[in-house]
C-alpha cells in the first residue's frame, strides 16, 4: 500500500502526474497519518459499517476506511486525481469511487443502494469553502449512523456551541437539531500540504434518532431560528417581526409573553426546546388567524 501521508511519496506522485492543488476546490492533502487513523478509529468504523467519503484527494483517509469498514463508497468531483487514486486505492475490492459532486447526488437513495444491511456512516476532509452546503445536505439526508468531518477549528466550535456563547450560530441550532456533536481533536496546519492558514478540528455529529422537541411545523422552527440570529444581540422581538411580518411587532411580542419569555430575550441564548415553544406559539396564533 502506497505510503500517501509520506511526503517525499506523495510529492513525487503528484508531480509525476502533472497535479497542481487547486485553491479553488480548496484542495490540501494530509501528510500525517496519525490523523485519518484516529479518525477512522474514533468514528467508530468497523466491519458493520458502510462509509460514505466526501473528497477522498489522493485517498489517505479512504485507505484506512478500506482497512476497517465491510464497504466504501467515495464521491469526488476532481477527475484530475483518477490515476493517482487508481494507484493508492485502487486495489481495495471494498471501494467505489463515484466522479460526481455529491451536492448533485441523491444521497439517501445512494446509501440504500450501497450499504444494504452495514451501519450506514459518512467521513470526510471537507474543504472550508464549502463545509456548509456539504453538512447541511448529509444531516438532511436523514439516513447515517454518525457523520464525522475535519473542518475549520472555528467551525467546529460553533457547531458544538452551546447556547448564549459567542459561537453559537442559527448552524449550531441546524446541527443540533439533526445531531449530537462532539469535539474530538485537533489537526495543527502542518499536517497538510499545502498547509491552510488556520487549525483543523475533527468533529463526530451522532445523528439523533429522536426529536423530542414536539415541533409542529419544522420550517416555521427553522425560520424563527434565522430570523433570531439575523440581528444578533438585539432583542428576539425585533428579529421575530423581521421575520415574520405578518405577526408585526404587537404579535412578535404577544407570541414571546405567550411563550412564556421575558419581553428582553435574545434569540442567541435560546436553546432547540426553547425555540420550539415559541415556533410552535407562531404556528398557533397563524393558524388561528
Not at 467505489?96 to 476532509?125: H, Q, S, T, Y
Request: aromatic share 8%.
Amino acid at each position: 500500500m502506497i505510503d500517501v501521508c509520506n511526503i517525499h511519496v506523495m510529492k513525487p506522485l503528484l508531480e509525476s502526474h502533472g497535479f497542481h492543488f487547486s485553491k479553488a476546490k480548496g484542495q490540501n492533502f494530509l501528510i500525517a497519518p496519525w490523523v485519518p487513523e484516529s479518525i477512522v478509529r474514533e468514528a467508530g468504523v468497523d466491519k458493520t459499517a458502510g462509509v460514505l467519503e466526501i473528497g477522498p484527494g489522493i485517498g489517505p483517509l479512504t485507505q484506512q476506511l478500506c482497512l476497517n469498514a465491510e464497504r466504501v463508497c467515495a464521491v469526488e468531483l476532481d477527475t484530475r486525481l483518477k490515476p493517482i487514486l487508481d494507484m493508492t486505492v485502487g486495489a481495495f475490492p471494498n471501494l467505489e469511487i463515484i466522479w460526481n459532486d455529491v451536492l448533485k447526488l441523491d444521497v439517501p437513495a445512494l446509501v440504500r443502494e450501497k450499504f444494504p444491511g452495514l451501519r450506514p456512516m459518512a467521513c470526510a476532509n471537507l474543504p472550508y469553502y464549502i463545509t456548509s452546503p456539504i453538512l447541511t445536505a448529509l444531516l438532511e439526508a436523514e439516513c447515517f449512523e454518525s457523520v464525522t468531518v475535519m473542518v475549520q477549528k472555528e467551525v467546529a466550535q460553533r457547531i458544538a456551541a452551546r447556547p448564549g456563547s459567542a459561537d453559537y450560530s442559527a448552524f449550531t441550532v441546524f446541527c443540533q437539531y439533526y445531531a449530537q456533536p462532539e469535539l474530538l481533536f485537533d489537526v495543527p496546519a502542518g499536517c497538510f500540504l499545502p498547509q491552510p492558514k488556520v487549525t483543523s478540528a475533527v468533529i463526530s455529529l451522532r445523528v439523533r434518532r429522536e426529536r423530542n422537541w414536539d415541533i409542529l411545523d419544522q420550517d416555521v422552527f427553522f425560520r424563527l431560528v434565522r430570523a433570531s440570529f439575523a440581528m444578533r444581540r438585539k432583542k428576539l422581538s425585533n428579529g421575530l417581526a423581521s421575520g415574520f411580518p405578518e405577526l408585526g411587532k404587537a404579535g412578535a411580542a404577544e407570541v414571546i409573553a405567550a411563550a412564556g419569555f421575558d419581553a428582553n430575550v435574545r434569540g442567541e441564548t435560546l436553546s432547540i426546546p426553547e425555540f420550539a415553544r415559541i415556533a410552535n406559539e407562531i404556528v398557533r396564533r397563524t393558524d388561528h388567524d
